[in-house]
């Protein structure tokens, strides 16, 4: 199984950034799949949640109506769309795949820095 | 939200000695599925977390087997047999019956 993030990067507050998870070495059609991010120095916290097929998406309080998660099973890629990016969305994003249960495998994990 | 408290937030270990992590869930972890879905994981310094139990008791592939989760209910516990220099780094125990999935605050290992 490999997850590997990329998109993050240093953006100004109210800014956008798309974050991607490519995956590869599992069937990926056939996972949920999760972010969670990590604050400087801070515990992990999931972000958001998608089905296999992308029709059912879960998404915490705290990016509900800035954050969209969707796939693209065809390239077998994750994404994470940002947007009103704020100084606590400052953190490491990590996806991660549901298997046996949840956050069975993760990827390396994309810096996003949101400061002006 | 299920507030998951871990204690002790730091345990200074010694090499081969055994160490203990406890969990606490504010909420009951039973799924009406039966399941019991409190897992526990590893992150090293500068790496990305791994999971080492799932469903209380069960270990990952290719996780020692000097690692063993127990508990039920709200009490859960992440035992380490005897512990050895790779261990090192923050365990968190994390819940996903109740939505949104929630983590501890980690417990962060170190050699004495």
């Known amino acids: 199984v490999q997850l590997v993030e990329s998109g993050g990067g240093l953006v100004q507050p109210g800014g956008s950034l798309r974050l991607s998870c490519a995956a590869s070495?599992?069937?990926?059609?056939?996972?949920?799949m999760n972010w969670v991010r990590q604050g400087p120095g801070k515990e992990l916290v999931w972000v958001a949640f998608?089905?296999?097929?992308?029709?059912?998406?879960t998404y915490a309080d705290s990016v509900r109506g800035r954050f969209t998660i969707t796939r693209d099973n065809a390239r077998k890629t994750l994404y994470l769309q940002m947007n009103s990016l704020r100084a606590e969305d400052t953190a490491v994003y990590y996806c991660?795949?549901?298997?046996?249960?949840?956050?069975?495998?993760w990827g390396q994990g994309t810096p996003v820095t949101v400061s002006s | 939200d299920v507030v998951m408290t871990q204690s002790p937030l730091s345990l200074p270990v010694t090499l081969g000695q055994p160490a203990s992590i406890s969990c606490w869930s504010s909420?009951?972890?039973?799924?009406?599925?039966?399941?019991?879905?409190l897992n526990w994981f590893h992150q090293r310094p500068g790496q990305s977390p791994r999971r080492l139990i799932f469903?209380?008791?069960n270990r990952d592939s290719g996780v020692p087997d000097r690692f063993s989760g127990s508990g039920s209910g709200t009490d859960f516990t992440l035992k380490i047999s005897r512990v050895e220099a790779e261990d090192v780094g923050i365990y968190y125990c994390?819940?996903?019956?109740?939505?949104?999935?929630?983590f501890g605050q980690g417990t962060k290992v170190e050699i004495k």
């Open positions: 469903k209380v008791s």
């Open positions: 994390m819940q996903g019956t109740h939505r949104p999935r929630t």
């Open positions: 909420q009951s972890l039973v799924h009406s599925d039966g399941s019991t879905y």
């Open positions: 998608i089905n296999t097929d992308g029709t059912t998406t």
């Open positions: 991660s795949r549901d298997g046996d249960g949840h956050f069975d495998h």
């Open positions: 070495e599992f069937t990926f059609s056939s996972f949920w």
